[in-house]
């Protein structure tokens, strides 16, 4: 098995340029999505947040069965088949989503292609998650693999929010051309990367004399306090990241008066997001992955709460102070719990002989988006029930139901999970460090 210090630079980037258009796509659909479709069509916002929950509810059949899949298929290589799986899926459902056919536009619409666009993310998130703790199975190597898949990450959200800014600016703020430029930056990202990933990323032959247990036979690892601490952490991290993302639209406009530049100010978020990750990369390597994650939460928490303070300077110096700080914020979360379950797979991997990567990652994704729905599922229905309409004029009970869901569920989730972290004791790379296993 080629590990992360023997993968060449070609290698490297081709592996992580599939991760430029992959996140980008749900961020697209869960910060364009629900006003687009909630403004421009008429749909109920708490309508739209409840066929994002449905959806992620779905996620708990398909997504071990498709990690499933990726540890158990016959493929001559293991993971780089299911991007190409992924891709005509992934073009029809886009198109369809952002590009939208406006007669059909209802609530079955919605949930259609939205179910499609998270079927394609999800064979190939899993699929690519697992592909790298293959490639790399050192802790030290791992994480900074997936600290330059995050980079990848980041850099395509960035692409994507910064073709929208340059839409708001020539196109005066219309909700149906910025849809189009994220879509259209979109599906040209995947077409590029499936290209590049599939003609020069390292995917060695499958292991034809591996011995494949049944699921039940890992009951211990997959309900270990350290892998139920990773399934917690991803859901809570989305959760608060998400519960804030839904309504971030809506807090510029509303609370800072900024709807117009909110484009602009993404793209200020994920430059930012881009320094960051540079710097919690340079962090695990010095503190360990466990450490490096209960500093960032902190830092996070401390961020999500200086909202309070920076919409009563309400200008538009102090929007995008808030945005750049948090964007620093961005990126240490997924990246850490990606390493640390790659860690952990490989780590039983090697004691017991049998793949657990597919569906160490399929579980993990599962509760990555269980977040994702439940954040959508809460957050938009209770921000309209305390009485924001984003139809109306903002009411003060309205504005006091935008400020708390920004900053209250942020922040209860970010602190959960550095007392998780902690409690559990997730540095699985500082444990290996020292010789020691639990």
Known sequence: MEDRAQLSRLGTFAYCFYAVPLTAVTAAALAIVPPYYSQNFGLPLAQVG??????????????????????????????KPW??????????????LLFPIQSLIGPVYLFLTLMLTYLAYTIALIAHQAWGAALATSPAHLSRLFGLREIGVVFGILGTF???????????????VKAAAAGGFIIAMIIVATVITGLFAPDPNRNTNQVHEPYSKHRAYLL????????????????????????????????????????????????????????????AARLGDGRTLIIGCGYTVAVFASLLLWVQVGS???????????????????????????????????????????????VVTFFDKLGTGMAAGVALPLVAWLGFDPAKTLTQAGRTALLGTAVAFPVLAFGLIALITWLVGLGVRDDARAGSAR
């Open 50 to 79: 409840f066929i994002l929950f449905i959806i992620r509810l779905l996620d708990a059949v398909t997504d071990p069965l498709i990690g499933f899949a990726v540890d158990r298929s016959k493929f001559r290589q293991q993971h």
């Open 83 to 96: 991007i190409f799986i992924a891709f005509p899926i992934f073009i029809c459902s886009l198109s369809l």
């Open 162 to 176: 910064a073709m929208t800014a340059l839409a708001e600016q020539f196109s005066g703020g219309a909700l149906s």
């Open 224 to 283: 270990s306090p350290r892998f139920l601490g990773l399934c917690a952490a991803a859901l809570l991290y989305n959760f608060g990241l998400v519960a804030g993302s839904v309504v971030s639209y809506f807090v510029a406009d509303r609370l800072f008066g900024m709807g117009g530049r909110f484009a602009l100010g993404q793209v200020a978020y994920f430059a930012a997001a881009w320094v960051g990750m540079i710097c919690w990369i340079r962090m």
């Open 316 to 362: 538009a110096f102090a929007f995008f102070a808030y945005m750049v700080l948090s964007g620093i914020a961005f990126g240490v979360g997924p990246y850490l719990v990606r390493a640390l379950t790659g860690a952990l797979a490989n780590r039983h991997e090697a004691g017991s002989g049998d793949c657990v990567r597919g569906i160490s990652y399929s």
